[in-house]
T-cell receptor, first 114, second 108 residues
Framework: DAGVIQSPRHEVTEMGQEVTLRCKPI?????LFWYRQTMMRGLELLIY????????DSGMPEDRFSAKMPNASFSTLKIQPSEPRDSAVYFC????????????FGNGTRLTVT | TQLLEQSPQFLSIQEGENLTVYCNSS?????LQWYRQEPGEGPVLLVT?????EVKKLKRLTFQFGDARKDSSLHITAAQPGDTGLYLC????????FGEGTQLTVNP
């Protein structure tokens, strides 16, 4: 099993540019999560999907952030326009929908907005 | 949102020492998971505890779930440099909230 695959691994962009982060969950998992990790706030849940449907997006910071899951094997997190305060490591995780199922994380995308 | 408090925030010890880290909340957990995160990687599950008073052992790691299901602890016996990492607790409440983590450094 390849695990959760995220791309790119690193992204450096200028303020105002659009950024798209990508995630391929583990095959068979029906829940997908986007987290953001910073030193100041730790791991924050941005949004999660169940069976490709967004269930809770209350963690999305503002309208500049959007996430989609067009099918069971792919999700994107888009920031438009990006700002320096968006700099963080963004993680995607997948799991079965049982609340006690473990989250399987990708290795993250380190985003730097200058 | 169910808030999780982890302590200590940082811990630096010598190889061979024992240590305990804590995860607490004012609310009752439905269940709790412990993860370890190493630099440049995502968190990896160590254990899930579900029943109040439950104790689970994973080699040198002992996990305990409080009787009232409001707190949990992780005890490491004879720590090794390979135990170095960020230890996170996660509650499966409505928003899958992580604690801020305990950054453990085990020095050889």
């Amino acid at each position: 099993d390849a695990g959760v695959i995220q791309s790119p691994r690193h992204e450096v962009t200028e303020m105002g540019q659009e950024v798209t982060l990508r995630c391929k969950p583990i095959s068979g998992h029906n829940s997908l999560f986007w987290y953001r990790q910073t030193m100041m706030r730790g791991l924050e849940l941005l949004i999660y999907f169940n069976n490709n449907v967004p269930i809770d997006d209350s963690g999305m910071p503002e309208d500049r952030f959007s996430a989609k899951m067009p099918n069971a094997s792919f999700s994107t997190l888009k920031i438009q326009p990006s700002e320096p305060r968006d700099s963080a490591v963004y993680f995607c995780a997948s799991s079965f929908s049982d609340l006690n199922s473990p989250l399987h994380f990708g290795n993250g995308t380190r985003l730097t907005v200058t | 949102t169910q808030l999780l408090e982890q302590s200590p925030q940082f811990l630096s010890i010598q190889e061979g020492e024992n240590l305990t880290v804590y995860c607490n909340s004012s609310s009752v957990f439905s269940s709790l998971q412990w993860y370890r995160q190493e630099p440049g990687e995502g968190p990896v599950l160590l254990v899930t505890v579900v029943t109040g008073g439950e104790v689970k052992k994973l080699k040198r790691l002992t996990f305990q779930f409080g009787d009232a299901r409001k707190d949990s602890s992780l005890h490491i016996t004879a720590a090794q440099p390979g135990d170095t990492g960020l230890y996170l607790c996660l509650t499966s409440g409505s928003r899958l909230t992580f604690g801020e983590g305990t950054q453990l450094t085990v020095n050889p």
